[in-house]
C-alpha cells in the first residue's frame, strides 16, 4: 500500500542515519567566509551581517540566496526569528504559507521577509512612545513576543525625585498569519518594585526581581481578564485615537490594560533568576541565591516544592565556564548536565499522586579522557638549585580534553558533543556522535581548523 508521509520520512532519516554514522564517509571543507559580525545558522539557512545577507546551504555548496540593501543606523535589524510554514492549515494568503523571516528594526517595524528571496511580505508599525527591540518565541512556530527596552526614566526626572511606573512593554503576535493578540504594560503598581526582566513562554509570564525572586503568571488569564478590545492589524481600532492598528504614527495601542496583580502561579527564589520547568511528573531546577549553594543545582515537584531523592546536582568543578543544566529538548523528561570532564543525563522517577518524593536517576553518563596528575611546575633559584612545585589543573584547561558543547539532533536522534584537546598546543576539536537514548558513542569526526578559529 502507500505509505503515509511520516512513516517514509522516518525511514529517510533512518537512511541518512545510517549514511553519516558509516566510517568511510569523510566530511570534507567545501565552502568558507569569514565575517567581522556574529553568523548566524537556522534551518539550511546562513546569516551574515545581521540577517542582511542570506546564504542556502542544502545544495552540495552555499549559495547566495539574497542580500538586502543596505540599510540605515535607524532602519538595522535588531533582533530577527525564522517562522516555518504551517502544514496543517489553510491561509487566506498565498505569502503567509511561505517560510519568512521576522526581522524587528530600530526605529520599531516589524517587517516579515521572505525567507527564500527577502523579498517584504508584510509590515507592522509597533509604536512611537516604547522603543522594541527583542523578539521571543511563546510558543515556538505559533505565538512570538516582541520587548521592549526597560524604562528607565530620564536622569533629569531621577534628580526630581520622580519615580517611574513603567518599566517595559509587551507586543505578542500569532504568526499564521500574522496577527496581533495584544499590547501589555509590565509596571510597578501591579507587579511591585524590582523588575528587572520578563519573558514569555509557554502561555506563561515570567517576571524576574532584582531580590532574586522570579514569579509565574498565566498569560491566557491575563489576556481572559484584562483584553479591553480585539485588535486586527490594518483595522481602525475604538480605543483613544482611533487610527489604523500597526500604521505610522499610531502604531498599536495597549489593549491590555492590568489593573491589579493577576494569581501567582508559582514563585521561587534563585540565583541569577534562573529557573527552568520541565519532566515528568512535572519538576523545576533551580540553584538557591545564598552563598552556600553556588555550583548546585536543585530539582524538585513544582506541585509541592518537595526535594527529590538526589535532587542536588553539583559537578564539583572548578573552571573558568561553570557547568550547567537543562531539560532534555527530546521531551523525554530526562535532564543533560554538563560539565567540562562529565555529561551526566538524568532521569526523573516518580508517581504524580503517589504521596512519595521523586527519585532523580541516572541514565547514562559521558567522561572525557585525561591525565588527572597534579602537573610540576619547575624553577631554578639564582642559586642553580632545581624546584618542583605541584599545582592542579583547571578542569577546564585548554590543554586537557574538554567538553564545550552538547547540540541535540531532533530527526537523527543524536547527541553531538564537541571535545576539545589542546595537546601540544594546537587547539584540535572533534565531534562525537551518540546515540540518544544509550549514550553510546557512534562515531568520532575530526575537525580541521582549531576550536578556536571554529
Same mark, same amino acid.
Given at each position: 500500500?502507500?505509505?503515509?508521509?511520516?512513516?517514509?520520512?522516518?525511514?529517510?532519516?533512518?537512511?541518512?542515519?545510517?549514511?553519516?554514522?558509516?566510517?568511510?564517509?569523510?566530511?570534507?571543507?567545501?565552502?568558507?567566509?569569514?565575517?567581522?559580525?556574529?553568523?548566524?545558522?537556522?534551518?539550511?539557512?546562513?546569516?551574515?551581517?545581521?540577517?542582511?545577507?542570506?546564504?542556502?546551504?542544502?545544495?552540495?555548496?552555499?549559495?547566495?540566496?539574497?542580500?538586502?540593501?543596505?540599510?540605515?543606523?535607524?532602519?538595522?535589524?535588531?533582533?530577527?526569528?525564522?517562522?516555518?510554514?504551517?502544514?496543517?492549515?489553510?491561509?487566506?494568503?498565498?505569502?503567509?504559507?511561505?517560510?519568512?523571516?521576522?526581522?524587528?528594526?530600530?526605529?520599531?517595524?516589524?517587517?516579515?521577509?521572505?525567507?527564500?528571496?527577502?523579498?517584504?511580505?508584510?509590515?507592522?508599525?509597533?509604536?512611537?512612545?516604547?522603543?522594541?527591540?527583542?523578539?521571543?518565541?511563546?510558543?515556538?512556530?505559533?505565538?512570538?513576543?516582541?520587548?521592549?527596552?526597560?524604562?528607565?526614566?530620564?536622569?533629569?526626572?531621577?534628580?526630581?525625585?520622580?519615580?517611574?511606573?513603567?518599566?517595559?512593554?509587551?507586543?505578542?503576535?500569532?504568526?499564521?498569519?500574522?496577527?496581533?493578540?495584544?499590547?501589555?504594560?509590565?509596571?510597578?503598581?501591579?507587579?511591585?518594585?524590582?523588575?528587572?526582566?520578563?519573558?514569555?513562554?509557554?502561555?506563561?509570564?515570567?517576571?524576574?526581581?532584582?531580590?532574586?525572586?522570579?514569579?509565574?503568571?498565566?498569560?491566557?488569564?491575563?489576556?481572559?481578564?484584562?483584553?479591553?478590545?480585539?485588535?486586527? +492589524? !490594518?483595522?481602525?481600532? =475604538?480605543?483613544?485615537?482611533? *487610527?489604523? $492598528?500597526? %500604521?505610522?504614527?499610531?502604531?498599536?495601542?495597549? #489593549?491590555?490594560?492590568?489593573?491589579?496583580?493577576?494569581?501567582?502561579?508559582?514563585?521561587?527564589?534563585?540565583?541569577?533568576?534562573?529557573?527552568?520547568?520541565?519532566?515528568?511528573?512535572?519538576?523545576?531546577?533551580?540553584?538557591?541565591?545564598?552563598?552556600?549553594?553556588?555550583?548546585?543545582?536543585?530539582?524538585?515537584?513544582?506541585?509541592?516544592?518537595?526535594?527529590?531523592?538526589?535532587?542536588?546536582?553539583?559537578?564539583?568543578?572548578?573552571?573558568?565556564?561553570?557547568?550547567?543544566?537543562?531539560?532534555?529538548?527530546?521531551?523525554?523528561?530526562?535532564?543533560?548536565?554538563?560539565?567540562?570532564?562529565?555529561?551526566?543525563?538524568?532521569?526523573? +522517577? !516518580?508517581?504524580?499522586? =503517589?504521596?512519595?518524593?521523586? *527519585?532523580? $536517576?541516572? %541514565?547514562?553518563?559521558?567522561?572525557?579522557?585525561? #591525565?588527572?596528575?597534579?602537573?610540576?611546575?619547575?624553577?631554578?633559584?639564582?642559586?642553580?638549585?632545581?624546584?618542583?612545585?605541584?599545582?592542579?589543573?583547571?578542569?577546564?584547561?585548554?590543554?586537557?580534553?574538554?567538553?564545550?558543547?552538547?547540540?541535540?539532533?531532533?530527526?537523527?536522534?543524536?547527541?553531538?558533543?564537541?571535545?576539545?584537546?589542546?595537546?601540544?598546543?594546537?587547539?584540535?576539536?572533534?565531534?562525537?556522535?551518540?546515540?540518544?537514548?544509550?549514550?553510546?558513542?557512534?562515531?568520532?569526526?575530526?575537525?580541521?581548523?582549531?576550536?578556536?578559529?571554529?
Amino acid at each position: 500500500g502507500i505509505r503515509d508521509a511520516g512513516t517514509l520520512i522516518r525511514h529517510n532519516m533512518k537512511v541518512l542515519r545510517g549514511i553519516l554514522l558509516q566510517d568511510s564517509r569523510d566530511f570534507i571543507k567545501v565552502w568558507s567566509k569569514t565575517s567581522k559580525s556574529t553568523i548566524m545558522y537556522e534551518n539550511g539557512k546562513i546569516y551574515f551581517e545581521n540577517y542582511q545577507n542570506c546564504y542556502s546551504c542544502v545544495h552540495s555548496e552555499p549559495h547566495v540566496l539574497y542580500k538586502l540593501p543596505k540599510r540605515s543606523k535607524l532602519e538595522k535589524f535588531e533582533d530577527a526569528l525564522l517562522c516555518q510554514c504551517p502544514v496543517d492549515k489553510t491561509l487566506a494568503s498565498s505569502s503567509d504559507h511561505k517560510p519568512s523571516l521576522l526581522a524587528l528594526t530600530a526605529n520599531n517595524w516589524l517587517y516579515r521577509l521572505s525567507a527564500e528571496t527577502g523579498e517584504e511580505l508584510q509590515r507592522v508599525y509597533l509604536s512611537s512612545n516604547h522603543k522594541f527591540r527583542y523578539l521571543g518565541w511563546d510558543v515556538s512556530q505559533e505565538t512570538l513576543y516582541v520587548k521592549s527596552v526597560q524604562n528607565k526614566g530620564t536622569s533629569l526626572a531621577r534628580q526630581a525625585g520622580i519615580t517611574q511606573n513603567t518599566v517595559m512593554h509587551l507586543a505578542i503576535f500569532h504568526v499564521f498569519p500574522l496577527q496581533i493578540v495584544g499590547i501589555l504594560e509590565i509596571n510597578k503598581k501591579v507587579f511591585g518594585n524590582g523588575v528587572t526582566d520578563v519573558v514569555l513562554s509557554q502561555g506563561v509570564l515570567a517576571v524576574s526581581y532584582s531580590n532574586k525572586s522570579v514569579k509565574l503568571y498565566s498569560f491566557e488569564h491575563i489576556v481572559q481578564r484584562y483584553l479591553t478590545e480585539k485588535l486586527t +492589524l !490594518g483595522k481602525q481600532s =475604538s480605543l483613544p485615537g482611533g *487610527k489604523t $492598528v500597526g %500604521d505610522v504614527p499610531f502604531g498599536i495601542p495597549v #489593549n491590555i490594560q492590568i489593573t491589579d496583580c493577576p494569581p501567582v502561579l508559582f514563585e521561587v527564589s534563585c540565583s541569577n533568576n534562573g529557573v527552568q520547568i520541565g519532566g515528568y511528573p512535572w519538576h523545576y531546577i533551580y540553584t538557591p541565591p545564598q552563598k552556600n549553594h553556588k555550583g548546585t543545582h536543585h530539582i524538585c515537584s513544582l506541585k509541592d516544592s518537595t526535594m527529590a531523592t538526589n535532587g542536588i546536582q553539583n559537578m564539583d568543578c572548578c573552571s573558568l565556564e561553570s557547568d550547567w543544566i537543562f531539560f532534555h529538548p527530546d521531551d523525554s523528561g530526562r535532564i543533560i548536565h554538563v560539565g567540562p570532564t562529565t555529561i551526566n543525563v538524568r532521569r526523573i +522517577l !516518580g508517581e504524580l499522586n =503517589s504521596g512519595l518524593p521523586s *527519585k532523580v $536517576v541516572e %541514565d547514562f553518563s559521558m567522561t572525557t579522557h585525561r #591525565n588527572n596528575n597534579p602537573t610540576s611546575q619547575v624553577t631554578v633559584t639564582s642559586s642553580g638549585r632545581t624546584v618542583k612545585r605541584k599545582f592542579h589543573q583547571l578542569d577546564d584547561d585548554p590543554d586537557q580534553e574538554t567538553f564545550r558543547m552538547v547540540e541535540y539532533e531532533d530527526e537523527l536522534d543524536l547527541l553531538a558533543i564537541v571535545v576539545t584537546n589542546g595537546e601540544e598546543g594546537e587547539g584540535r576539536a572533534h565531534i562525537r556522535l551518540h546515540d540518544n537514548l544509550s549514550g553510546q558513542l557512534l562515531r568520532t569526526v575530526d575537525l580541521v581548523e582549531p576550536w578556536d578559529e571554529v
